[in-house]
């Protein structure tokens, strides 16, 4: 299903070059989003959006609007949380599904920056895990 945006007056922002440059983290979640529900790993992570990857197809068209549950990994201790995303891009290969997302609306912010917090102690910055 999908979701009309509950910021209607809001305007997206394309992202210019500084806030790229953003510290970036992954970490694996379960997350639903339209009718799918299991673990992926959230990659990317900032507090303007993050891509997904799973080994199962997620039916998600660009440029539409969905609500997604995140459950966190138990030990970052955070309730789950809702975001209104926007698909921006897809893609599927044999064996797993991408998809990148910008974050649209958080109806708790708060939650949303303590998760990315958690993952600055706990997580790997995006740059790290790729020299390994």
């Known amino acids: 299903m999908i979701f009309k945006s509950l910021m209607h007056d809001a305007e ?3 992202l210019n070059i500084d806030q790229r440059k953003a510290e970036r983290f992954s970490s694996i979640a379960q997350v639903t989003v339209d009718g799918f529900s299991g673990y992926a790993v959230l990659n990317d992570m ?8 799973s080994k199962t197809y997620v039916a998600l068209i660009p440029q539409e609007h969905y609500m997604m549950c995140i459950i966190p990994e138990p ?3 955070l309730e789950s949380f809702e975001l209104e995303v926007e698909v921006r891009w897809v893609q599927s290969e044999e064996t797993t599904f991408h998809a ?3 974050i649209v609306y958080a109806p708790n912010e ?3 920056q303590h998760y990315i917090d958690y993952l600055k102690l706990h997580g790997k910055r995006m740059h790290d895990s790729l020299k390994s």
Not at 46 to 53: A, D, E, L, V
């Open 46 to 53: 900032s507090p303007t959006g993050f891509s997904i990857t």
């Open 100 to 102: 990148g997302l910008a």
């Open 12 to 14: 997206i922002h394309t």
């Open 75 to 77: 030990q970052a201790n």
């Open 110 to 112: 708060s939650i949303v």
